[in-house]
């Protein structure tokens, strides 16, 4: 979904802000928007475990609503396919996104990610 790209974008641009300034200001946050996605090798079974855990804690601070609105948000639905199918309106969606993009930051955040 690509405006759940755009957030988790957002809070890496943030987190470089914050961890390596003199990086950051080296590169135009538009080289950022359309870099293309860095060619890597495959992450190893020991990233998988971390990144499944980091996952799972996350998502047990989250009350049930917003567990599945996260859950929908990573299958990739878009926000008027999320609002639909939680019967929320799509403002209501939206706000709540928010707010769940905000949890995510502080998290990552705590975690030192």
């Known amino acids: 979904m690509p405006y759940f790209r755009a957030v988790c974008r957002n809070v890496a641009r943030d987190?470089?802000?914050?961890?390596?300034?003199?990086?950051?200001?080296?590169?135009?946050?538009?080289?950022?928007?359309?870099a293309s996605p860095r060619m890597e090798k495959p992450a190893t079974p020991e990233q998988l475990v971390r990144a499944e855990q980091l996952?799972?804690?996350?998502?047990?601070?989250l009350n049930p609503d917003d567990q599945q609105l996260f859950r929908l948000l990573v299958e990739g639905y878009t926000l008027p396919e999320v609002s639909g199918r939680l019967n929320l309106s799509y403002t209501n969606a939206a706000v709540r996104l928010h707010r769940l993009r905000v949890l995510l930051h502080n998290y990552m955040k705590d975690k030192n990610l």
């Not at 987190?15 to 359309?34: F, H, I, K, M």
């Open 55 to 61: 996952k799972r804690e996350l998502l047990a601070t």
């Open 15 to 34: 987190a470089l802000t914050r961890l390596a300034p003199e990086v950051a200001a080296q590169v135009p946050l538009e080289e950022l928007d359309t």
